[in-house]
T-cell receptor
Framework: SAVISQKPSRDICQRGTSLTIQCQVD?????MFWYRQQPGQSLTLIAT?????????ESGFVIDKFPISRPNLTFSTLTVSNMSPEDSSIYLC????????????FGPGTRLLVL | QQQVKQSPQSLIVQKGGISIINCAYE??????FPWYQQFPGKGPALLIA?????SEKKEGRFTISFNKSAKQFSLHIMDSQPGDSATYFC??????????????FGTGTLLAVQP
C-alpha cells in the first residue's frame, strides 16, 4: 500500500492568517486530491491537484481562498487563506497511485482550528 | 443527483452481531461503489468496493450487497468486533482512478461494537 503523510498534523490559527498544509507521498501518484472534513461529517472534495498546472476546483471552492500547488508527482500543498472560524476543519490529501488500481489512499489529515 | 444518502447516522451492535449500513444513490451513471473505514485521528482507508455488474462481494467478515434496480447498496459486517468500532463511509463515482472519477461520499455511520 501507499503511504501519504501530511504536515502539520494539527494547528491552531488566528482569524485572518493563512496556513499551508503539505502532503508528501512515498511513490508516484497519478491523481492527487484535497478534501475537507468538518468534525463528525462527511468528506467534501475541494480540488484536484494537477502537476505543473492550476488545480481544478469544485463548486464552492476558489483558488484565492485555497491555492494549491503540485510541483512534482509526490508532493502538493494546500493553503487556507485569510482564515475564519468557519474554516476549522480536517483537511485531507489523497491520491491514486501508479499500479495501485482503483484504490484511493488518504493521508491522516490536518486538524485546523481557527480562533 | 450527485448525492449519496447513508443510514443510520450511528449504530450500536453487540460483539458477535451483524452490523448493517445502507446507502442509496440517484445517479445511474455511478459505476464504482467503495466503502471506507475511518478511525479517530486517521484518514479513511478503503475497506471493500463493488461494481454494478455483481450483486454481492465478500471479503472476510465484510460483505457488500448491491441492488442496481433499487439504486441501493449496503455493508454487512458479520461477527462484529470491538475493533470494528469506527466511522464508515459509503461512496460512489463514475469510473475510477482518473481526473473525472471523483468520489462522492455518504454522510458516514459511527459504529460502536460493545464487548
Amino acid at each position: 500500500s501507499a503511504v501519504i503523510s501530511q504536515k502539520p498534523s494539527r494547528d491552531i490559527c488566528q482569524r485572518g492568517t493563512s496556513l499551508t498544509i503539505q502532503c508528501q507521498v512515498d511513490s508516484q501518484v497519478t491523481m492527487m486530491f484535497w478534501y475537507r472534513q468538518q468534525p463528525g461529517q462527511s468528506l467534501t472534495l475541494i480540488a484536484t491537484a494537477n502537476q505543473g498546472s492550476e488545480a481544478t476546483y469544485e463548486s464552492g471552492f476558489v483558488i484565492d481562498k485555497f491555492p494549491i500547488s503540485r510541483p512534482n508527482l509526490t508532493f502538493s500543498t494546500l493553503t487556507v487563506s485569510n482564515m475564519s472560524p468557519e474554516d476549522s476543519s480536517i483537511y485531507l490529501c489523497s491520491g491514486f497511485f501508479r499500479g495501485g488500481g482503483e484504490t484511493q489512499y488518504f493521508g491522516p489529515g490536518t486538524r485546523l482550528l481557527v480562533l | 443527483q450527485q448525492q449519496v444518502k447513508q443510514s443510520p447516522q450511528s449504530l450500536i451492535v453487540q460483539k458477535g452481531g451483524i452490523s448493517i449500513i445502507n446507502c442509496a444513490y440517484e445517479n445511474t451513471a455511478f459505476d464504482y461503489f467503495p466503502w471506507y473505514q475511518q478511525f479517530p485521528g486517521k484518514g479513511p482507508a478503503l475497506l471493500i468496493a463493488i461494481r454494478p455488474d455483481v450483486s454481492e462481494k465478500k471479503e472476510g467478515r465484510f460483505t457488500i450487497s448491491f441492488n442496481k434496480s433499487a439504486k441501493q447498496f449496503s455493508l454487512h459486517i458479520m461477527d462484529s468486533q470491538p475493533g470494528d468500532s469506527a466511522t464508515y463511509f459509503c461512496a460512489a463515482s463514475i469510473g475510477y482512478g482518473g481526473a473525472t472519477n471523483k468520489l462522492i461520499f455518504g454522510t458516514g455511520t459511527l459504529l460502536a461494537v460493545q464487548p
